[in-house]
């Protein structure tokens, strides 16, 4: 499976964005799928994660009440919903499906297939 994910840009502290995944060759409907981000100079970190199931979600703690992944199978698409957006925010952001099928734990869940990334700036 190829994941690309798209949808950053530039926007001020406060605003909104909606990143965007989408999965060829492959699948979502039944894999856990992930957001993560990578701030310059910085290693990659959890952001957050839907269960293949839809009810499983985890998110890091300071994207909590800001940041909501959701999917649509229809589409073969995740999303990754930003609000009250910070300018600690600023990173690469890289969706992930999991490496296997109905499979989820969480931040610990394995990944098996990564997006290119896509940049989010935030101004102050």
């Known amino acids: 499976v190829q994941l690309q994910a798209s949808g950053g840009g530039l926007v001020q502290a406060g605003g909104s964005l909606r990143l965007s995944c989408a999965a060829s060759?492959?699948?979502?409907?039944?894999?856990?799928v992930g957001w993560f981000r990578q701030a310059p100079g910085k290693e990659r970190v959890f952001v957050g994660a839907?269960?293949?199931?839809?009810?499983?979600?985890a998110y890091e703690d300071s994207v909590k009440g800001r940041f909501t992944i959701f999917r649509d199978n229809a589409r073969n698409t995740v999303y990754l919903q930003m609000t009250s957006l910070e300018p600690e925010d600023t990173a690469i952001y890289y969706c992930a499906r999991a490496q296997s099928s109905e499979y989820y734990t969480g931040p610990t869940t394995p990944w098996g297939s990564w997006g290119q990334g896509t940049q989010v700036t935030v101004s102050s």
């Open positions: 060759g492959g699948s979502f409907s039944r894999y856990t």
């Open positions: 839907l269960s293949y199931s839809g009810i499983g979600r």
